[in-house]
């Protein structure tokens, strides 16, 4: 074959006069590139749509779907509000009137203190008992208090600092009673440190420890009161699906029922119903408890801390014989607190009268509030003797036996101990109903989720066996 003039690469021979050049399709540049899994996915996915059996299979794994996560979530949302309740009623609580254990029984031994200081009798047996009791009885709810709080809590941080000064207070006391064994005025002095070590550093951190624990509380009870949202919008979304996969059903068969759409269906209408009943029910027994029970007892505590604290005061006017003024230096300082605390518990009084409920709440306060008018009368009578220089009668007036400030005080803190007895009674028994209300849901909803989606598979199944 001849070669082109000029490349030496031989000539293309032309195909004779008349025949037919064969054509070829064009080869292509390269191997088609691979699909990933995905894609797999969607190809086989948008295949099977346009097929009616194709349709059910998506249709069941939806619906499968859709119930098994309504059950899911409202176990889970459940449990968490009946973990919340549960707190309430069993941690939250029983640490706040703990708490305000604590307070009361410092307070108490600081005034039982005081008053075995003025008495004739050199550290008479009741009161030196009081004492004891108290300090027993604060170390001890203090010790179960630090055993169920977080370490890096501020409830923590208050429950140190009243172990770490407890020991400073109960050992000025034991000073203070040594000196006064003596007849040392020296007595006065250690018992006056005591209480300033009381009233400034041991009942601040006593009370910030009761509004931490206070607050625990009020955090605990809204959220065992939070709507569960995300259930019902599921549950709603559920049941809407079932109903067009029914109205499908019925469109493309005539057929009026399907047995395992409508269990599906029947299994999400009772989980959603049982899920708003019973948390309307636990909602209504918690607010119950708040409204008639939590805010009342923390009004009584403010109550019985404000006596306690007038009462130690009361005392503390006659052990320091107006050597503590104000900072004006005007006034008394123990007298104007004791005025203060007085007017704090009248208050309290009142505002618990109008919470309570019934006969059995009112009725102590009505005799609390008798008590301390007596109780404002004698203090009165008892000021009049000490400024007329009658201090013996005005130590009788407060300390002695029979008709003293004394004896009005114990009958104060005496019904105010029932009141708060019956409202702590009547919040445990309203916040126990409204745990109690969420207690099978949890286990309930999970079960008939995965029933629900066990009938509307099988009821999808039942379709699709029609096009084998």
């Known amino acids: 074959m001849p070669a082109r003039p000029g490349t030496g690469v031989p000539a293309q021979a032309s195909p004779p006069a008349g025949a037919s050049v064969p054509s070829f399709p064009p080869q292509p540049a390269g191997p088609p590139a691979g699909r990933g899994p995905w894609d797999e996915a969607r190809v086989r996915l948008r295949r099977a749509a346009t097929t009616e059996p194709g ?39 029983p640490l706040s009137a703990d708490a305000a254990s604590i307070y009361r029984s410092l307070a ?23 004492y004891t009791d108290d300090i027993t009885t604060a170390s001890r709810l203090l010790v179960k208090a630090a055993a169920s709080t977080d370490g890096s809590s501020s409830s923590a941080r208050e429950i140190t600092t009243l ?46 420890l009761y509004e931490a624990e206070t607050a ?17 919008a599921l549950g709603v979304a559920a049941l809407a699906v079932l109903v067009w996969a029914q109205r499908r059903t019925y469109a493309r068969t005539n057929r009026v029922f399907n047995q395992g759409l409508l269990a599906a269906s029947a299994a999400s209408v009772i989980v959603l119903l049982w899920l708003a009943t019973a948390h309307t029910v636990a909602s209504a027994g918690l607010n119950d ?20 604290k007038a009462r130690a005061n009361e005392n503390l006017t006659l052990v320091a014989r107006g050597a503590v003024l104000t900072d004006d230096g005007k006034n008394d300082k123990y007298e104007t607190d004791y005025a203060s605390s007085m007017k704090t518990l009248t208050a309290a009084l ?26 404002r009368e004698r203090h009165k009578d008892a000021r009049e003797k000490d400024d007329a220089g009658n201090y013996e009668g005005a130590r009788t007036s407060v300390v002695g036996p029979g008709a003293s400030t004394g004896q009005s005080f ?10 708060l007895d019956h409202e702590q009674s009547e919040f445990t028994r309203a916040a126990e109903g409204g745990r109690s209300a969420l207690t099978a849901l949890p286990l309930g909803a999970a079960a008939l989720g995965i029933l629900g989606a066990a009938g509307a598979v099988m009821g999808i199944n039942r379709r699709l066996s029609e096009y084998r």
């Open 108 to 130: 108490d031994a600081d005034t039982a203190a005081a008053s075995a200081f003025l008495s004739k009798e050199r550290d008479p047996a009741d009161l030196q008992k009081r």
């Open 163 to 208: 172990n770490e000064q407890l020991p400073r207070y109960t050992g000025l006391i034991e000073r203070a009673r040594a000196a006064n064994r003596q007849g040392l005025p020296l007595g006065g002095a250690y018992l006056r440190y005591a209480n300033q070590l009381m009233s400034s550093q041991l009942l601040p951190a006593a009370e910030r």
């Open 350 to 375: 009142a505002e618990a009268r109008e919470l309570a409920d019934d006969d059995a709440g009112r009725d102590p306060l009505s005799a609390a509030a008798d008590r301390t008018a007596d109780w």
């Open 410 to 419: 114990d009958q104060v803190d005496a019904a105010l101990k029932r009141a």
């Open 216 to 232: 625990r509380l009020q955090r605990d009870d809204e959220d065992a009161r939070a709507w569960p949202f995300l259930s019902l």
């Open 55 to 93: 349709r059910l299979q998506i249709l069941g794994a939806v619906l499968a779907l859709l119930v098994v996560a309504f059950g899911a979530v409202t176990a889970y949302e459940v449990s968490d509000r009946a973990t919340s309740a549960d707190d309430v009623v069993s941690r939250s609580q």
């Open 289 to 308: 408890a708040r409204e008639h029970g939590q805010s009342s007892l923390q009004v009584l505590n403010t109550a019985r801390i404000s006596s306690l």
